[in-house]
């Protein structure tokens, strides 16, 4: 069983940076596309940001020029960095990872949340 665990959450200044970690608990597995997401009170949870296992990478309109996904493979983590943060951002974010199987669709595979808190 994979398990993911999220670090880097916290309160940070508006116009702050903060870098948020994910790692899998397990080495032994291939991972597809690393996603983040969030959710903020009284809102539905969205997509964030995405990179694939060739590195491309997509973004909402929300975060782009602000936040870079990155992965390192090795250590199966997926990272966001969180620059120019705005009142906005503050959400519980989320990764889910697209863990590969031998036989049919991946495994999706949820993070238990790190909160972001943006203040003004």
């Known amino acids: 069983q994979v398990q993911l665990v999220e670090s880097g959450g916290g309160l940070v200044q508006a116009g702050g940076s903060l870098r948020l970690s994910c790692t899998a608990s397990?080495?032994?597995?291939?991972?597809?596309?690393m996603n983040w997401y969030r959710q903020a009170p009284g809102k539905q949870r969205e997509l964030v940001a995405a990179?694939?296992?060739?590195?491309?990478?997509a973004y909402a309109d929300f975060v782009k020029g602000r936040f870079t996904i990155s992965r390192d493979n090795a250590k199966n983590t997926a990272y966001l960095q969180m620059n120019s943060v705005q009142t906005e951002d503050t959400a519980v974010y989320y990764c889910?990872?697209?863990?590969?199987?031998?036989?049919?669709?991946?495994?999706?595979?949820w993070g238990q949340g790190t909160l972001v808190t943006v203040s003004s």
């Open positions: 889910l990872f697209n863990v590969r199987r031998v036989l049919g669709k991946d495994l999706e595979v």
């Open positions: 990179i694939s296992s060739t590195d491309n990478t």
């Open positions: 397990r080495s032994a597995v291939s991972i597809n596309t």
